[in-house]
């Protein structure tokens, strides 16, 4: 009873201070909430701490040198230098590059900033550099941004995914934490005096030498214009070429595949032949062909009573073997090796001279049954065979009186 009791006056008190409890819940929730918020932005201003950081100007060797090759290679048109300097450069990129090399006559690097990356091994990087072009005296200055990282050789790169060129093609993917830094970076107000003064001494050049500020402004727009169409043809053309050469390739694959089918299939059915081949005798001679058809190219012939390997019959030809392949007779001038050959039809023979008669029998004065009676031989009387007549009937005489009598009463 007093357990029921203190139950009881726990539920009240719980239902008198309800909202007591329940805010004490929500700012439990907010608090770790807030934590987690904290901790996770913490984490992230670790990864780009570097980027608030100052400048580095010209603070690391190999950094440098690595700038400075860059330029050199690019400057020459050398792609393939270039590529162990920076990567990946796509085709486009090779291509717009070796363009580009023909009006640059040198590179000239002024300065490397640099600020630490996502990690001790990369940096975000500006250079400022000189850019001479071929009969321009006065060059031209720019700050170019770089993205640097250690390969697994624990040699420094340009990760080319975050050039100048990509970043307006869009030709390989880009990681998005990178790029929250580089836009970090853009914004940094040290970097955004470094634009200010490479764009003022640009400024000031294209306002000093005409030149320069017609090739800039008008000539080499121009002339990129024409390499965007030209590359855009000669890629359309590629790729017309490797799409034949693919479908040949393609179209060559289902054939070979059609006639190893084809083969297969052959295979099988002159296996069944040769199961099922038969032995035959020619009849008479024949033509032998090579189809089953009389238009067929007449390849040789075979003599009656010839023995044959017979595997099939097709259009009214016998399919045989012919000096070990494959040809065709026709089939009225076949017959199985087993069935006897017609033998003629075998007459009585008429018994030669004088024979006696056994049985009364009509002479005739033709080979007709029904020939006119020119004597009758009654049993006793001799007959004379003069010869065979042919059909049933000999010519005899009797009594003095030629005439024919059939051959089967003449014993």
Known sequence: MKFKNGWHTCIEFIADKWRYFLAAVVFGLIVLILAFVVSKKTTQDEDISGVYKDFQVDANVELNALI???????????????????SPISDAEASFIKFMSQFIEAYNVVNVYSKQGLDDGSYLVSVHVKEKFVGINTPA???DFFYVRTNENGMLYIDNSYGSYNQKENETSQDPKIQEIIEIYNERNDVMKLKKMVEDELAEALKSDAQLNQFLTETIRTKIGEWKAQYKAQREQQKAIADAKAKEAAD??????QDAQAAALKAQQDAMEEANATTVVITEKVNVRDSASEAGNIVGTLDGGTPVKKYAEENGFTKIDYNGAKAFVKSDYVAAANQPAAQPEVQPQPATNNVTLTNTVNVRGSKDENGERVAVGVPGDTVTVLGDAGDGWSRVSIKGIEGYMKTEFIH
Do not use: E, F, I, R
């Open 252 to 257: 060559a694959a289902a054939k070979a595949q």
């Open 141 to 143: 200055s720019g700050l």
């Open 68 to 86: 400075v090759n860059y330029y050199n290679a690019y400057a020459s048109g050398d792609t393939n230098a270039l590529s162990a300097y920076a």
